[in-house]
Nanobody, 123 residues
């Protein structure tokens, strides 16, 4: 089992930045690929970014490419999502997810999920 706890959400003006964190516990962190997803009101959950177990490879949704950066610290069992140049359409609940490393890269159907953290971008 893997437990995931997100933090760092909040309210920010358009053009601003936020840094989300996700702390993992349970299964060996290095055995996991990690992902970020988001769900806006009335919409389906969508893929945002994913990172390999080593942190050496990342993939992003086209909508966030060039603005968001995903990273991980295996010693601290934590992944991060640095979000810059935020837009009102980035408003959503952001979820951290974990998946066995040998399934990387995937954009859906992760095995473990956090509870989410709200990000609101005002115009």
């Amino acid at each position: 089992q893997v437990q995931l706890v997100e933090s760092g959400g909040g309210l920010v003006q358009a053009g601003g930045s936020l840094r989300l964190s996700c702390a993992a516990s349970g299964r060996t962190f290095r055995s996991l690929a990690m992902g970020w997803f988001r769900q806006a009101p009335g919409k389906e959950r969508e893929f945002v970014a994913t990172i390999s177990w080593s942190g050496g490879t990342t993939y992003y949704a086209d909508s966030v490419k060039g603005r968001f950066t995903m990273s991980r610290d295996n010693a601290k069992k934590t992944v991060f999502l640095q979000m810059n140049l935020l837009k009102p359409e980035d408003t959503a609940v952001y979820y951290c997810a974990a998946d066995p490393a040998d399934r990387f890269p995937r954009r859906s159907d992760y095995d473990y999920w956090g509870q989410g953290t709200q990000v609101t971008v005002s115009s």
